[in-house]
Every structure is written in structure tokens, then in C-alpha cells.
T-cell receptor, first 113, second 114 residues
Framework: GENVEQHPSTLSVQEGDSAVIKCTYS??????FPWYKQELGKRPQLIID?????GEKKDQRIAVTLNKTAKHFSLHITETQPEDSAVYFC????????????FGQGTTLQVKP | DAGVIQSPRHEVTEMGQEVTLRCKPISGHDYLFWYRQTMMRGLELLIYFNNNVPIDDSGMPEDRFSAKMPNASFSTLKIQPSEPRDSAVYFCASSYLPSNYGYTFGSGTRLTVV
């Protein structure tokens, strides 16, 4: 079946450094790629998303890039802060307007002060 | 809008008991999803509905799990009988396809079966 692979599973950075999380997807017809942040004990929350007609999108310290040819997309966080510590999930839409997202396994990001 | 509302927030029950989890999606959203989250398996899609109709229940672990959506503003996930391995956080999410796929998750129900 369709799947999304996410790497790394854990990431530890110093405050102020950048963090990059990468995902690859298998459904070539996927056209929507959101990223979710889940703080400990809380719900996953949408932080940024990108559609297939765009190669890059930025929102303050976070950005997402998409390479449709290679079927991978990445989340970039610059100037990391301790409050960025959380689990991050990538996802990709399934083709056929099913409304369904396939989630990656998650990356636990730890930002050390 | 109050967002996606789930109840209860926490549930502790004894093995063999019936458990019912509840979800109220965001008004106007036409998709509703039930997920289970554990450390070992991450976020697993159990079942989802479109316009109150179940579309894909292939993620439902076994016959002990059932889900209903009697109307656009309410859904339930039932486990009968419950087992310790069902202990997890269960999330409900809703979305509106024409605008975007981005799900809005509820706060989740933390289920502990002892």
C-alpha cells in the first residue's frame, strides 16, 4: 500500500541551530503535504503545509520544500528554540480525492538550551 | 468554533468492559477520522467517514472495534470487550476536503485498560 517514510526518528540540536526532517512518499499522485507538531500530552497541530504546485513555502522560522520528481519533502526549522521540542509528523494525501492522509512515523526533536 | 471535541479525556476501565469514545467534529466538515496512537505503532488510522458514511475501516484491529456516525455532528468508537492491549490515545479528526486536507485533531481520549 501507499506509505510515507520519515527520517530521522529522533533529532537533538543545540538551541539556535537548524533542524531538518525528511519524508519520502510512494503515491506519485499525492498533491498535499502537511506537517504536524505534537507536544507532549497534546494533540497534533498543523504547522505548515505545501501543495504540489509549489516547491517551497516559508512561515517565519519554518519552511517546507517539495521535490515531486524525487517524491520527497522536508521540514526546515531555523534558529531552534526549546519550545520547538516536540514530535513532528509529515503526511501526504492519497490520490483520488479520498480525503485521506498517510502519516509518517514521527520525529522526536529535542532542542537543548 | 470550539474545534473537534472528544470525550472523555481519560478513561480507565477493566478488561472485558465496554468502552465508548465520543467525537463532535467541526461544523461543516465532511470527513471524520478515528486514529489510535501508541509509542510502538505511531498514528494508526482506524476508520474514516465521509458525509456520515464509513469509507474505509480496514484499520479497525478486529471485530471488538466498531464505529458509527449517526449524523454530521457526532461519532462514536466502541470497544467491546476491551483488552489491555487496547490502551492508547484515541484521536478523532475532521476536515473539509474542498478547502484543504488539513485535519483538525481533537484533544484525544487516553484509554487505559487494566
Amino acid at each position: 500500500g501507499e506509505n510515507v517514510e520519515q527520517h530521522p526518528s529522533t533529532l537533538s540540536v543545540q538551541e539556535g541551530d537548524s533542524a531538518v526532517i525528511k519524508c519520502t512518499y510512494s503515491d506519485s499522485a499525492s498533491n498535499y503535504f502537511p506537517w504536524y507538531k505534537q507536544e507532549l500530552g497534546k494533540r497534533p497541530q498543523l504547522i505548515i503545509d505545501i501543495r504540489s504546485n509549489v516547491g517551497e513555502k516559508k512561515d517565519q522560522r519554518i519552511a517546507v520544500t517539495l521535490n515531486k520528481t524525487a517524491k520527497h519533502f522536508s521540514l526546515h526549522i531555523t534558529e531552534t528554540q526549546p519550545e520547538d521540542s516536540a514530535v513532528y509528523f509529515c503526511a501526504a494525501s492519497l490520490s483520488g480525492n479520498t480525503g485521506k492522509l498517510i502519516f509518517g512515523q514521527g520525529t522526536t526533536l529535542q532542542v537543548k538550551p | 468554533d470550539a474545534g473537534v471535541i472528544q470525550s472523555p479525556r481519560h478513561e480507565v476501565t477493566e478488561m472485558g468492559q465496554e468502552v465508548t469514545l465520543r467525537c463532535k467534529p467541526i461544523s461543516g466538515h465532511d470527513y471524520l477520522f478515528w486514529y489510535r496512537q501508541t509509542m510502538m505503532r505511531g498514528l494508526e488510522l482506524l476508520i474514516y467517514f465521509n458525509n456520515n458514511v464509513p469509507i474505509d475501516d480496514s484499520g479497525m484491529p478486529e471485530d471488538r472495534f466498531s464505529a458509527k456516525m449517526p449524523n454530521a455532528s457526532f461519532s462514536t468508537l466502541k470497544i467491546q470487550p476491551s483488552e489491555p492491549r487496547d490502551s492508547a490515545v484515541y484521536f478523532c479528526a475532521s476536515s473539509y476536503l474542498p478547502s484543504n486536507y488539513g485535519y483538525t485533531f481533537g484533544s484525544g481520549t487516553r484509554l487505559t485498560v487494566v
